[in-house]
């Protein structure tokens, strides 16, 4: 969810407020995927490299977590949300820990869509702690495959994304979901993540409805779909 900063900047306001406009723009974004239906999300609200963010940004950034669900929670949870905090958790402060747990289980009993925040995540710290946790287990080097790695990563229970969008106008990855995303669709946009509203969605998603996906197959060649779902 990238361009709060900008946005805020642009306005002759403080970053922060960038980040608390874009905390709205994620409660409507996921009004207006859900409407469409979506049913997985997976957002990047702070990755292992924005700790070296100035002390300032990077506290305010971790108060907004325990103020977001004071403002939001209810609401996300009345709509069918369950939500669900991915990344190195035990790096947090106890307060943004206990923020993250009680959004766990508040929403736990919801199904209509799962909104993955990827907090204190990194691409690379995923596949690192995976390999450590299947080591861990005794898995049997030999037998370690895709398929079972897969099983250790932070989003084991979750279909790989169909459609990565990255908004602020750069087009790199900055280590998100590194392993998953292997055969996304990658829609980038210059919008400002705090203006990111329904023309959008519908722009990323007529987007991806353009896409003919192949998965290393040829054109007009339909492999039998090895364990995909559905899914945005
Ligand atoms: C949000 O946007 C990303 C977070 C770390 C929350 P930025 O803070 O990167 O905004 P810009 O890129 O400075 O505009
Ligand atoms: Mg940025």
């Known amino acids: 969810m990238d361009g709060n900063g900008r946005w805020a900047t642009q306005r002759g306001l403080p970053r922060l407020l960038g980040h608390k406009e874009g905390v709205e723009?994620?409660?409507r974004a996921v009004r207006a995927f859900t409407n469409k239906g979506v049913q997985?999300?997976?957002v990047y609200a702070f990755s292992t490299e924005n700790w070296s963010r100035p002390e300032p940004e990077v506290s305010g950034l971790m108060s907004l977590v325990p103020t977001a669900m004071?403002?939001?929670?209810?609401?996300l949870a009345r709509q069918g949300v369950r939500l669900r905090?991915?990344?190195d958790l035990s790096?947090?402060?106890?307060?943004v820990r206990q923020a993250f747990a009680r959004?766990?289980?508040?929403?736990?009993?919801?199904?209509?869509?799962?909104?993955n925040v990827a907090f204190n995540y990194g691409g690379r710290w995923d596949v690192v702690q995976a390999c450590r946790r299947a080591m861990a287990d005794g898995v049997d080097p030999q037998a370690l495959d895709e398929r079972t790695l897969s099983r250790y990563t932070a989003l084991a229970d979750t279909p790989d994304p169909d459609l990565l969008i990255r908004t602020g106008g750069e087009?790199?990855?900055?280590?998100?979901?590194?392993?998953?995303?292997?055969?996304?669709?990658?829609?980038?946009t210059e919008r400002l993540w705090p203006e990111f509203d329904d023309e959008d969605v519908n722009q990323a998603l007529a987007f991806y409805a353009s896409r003919e996906r192949r998965f290393g197959s040829l054109p007009g060649h339909h492999p039998p779909a090895a364990g995909l779902?559905?899914?945005g």
């Open 25 to 27: 723009a994620l409660v």
């Open 40 to 42: 997985t999300l997976t």
């Open 70 to 75: 004071k403002a939001h929670l209810e609401q």
């Open 85 to 87: 905090a991915v990344g």
């Open 91 to 95: 790096a947090l402060s106890p307060k």
């Open 103 to 115: 959004m766990e289980e508040y929403t736990a009993g919801n199904r209509r869509v799962t909104l």
């Open 171 to 188: 087009c790199r990855l900055s280590n998100f979901l590194l392993w998953q995303l292997a055969y996304a669709e990658m829609f980038f």
């Open 229 to 231: 779902a559905a899914h």
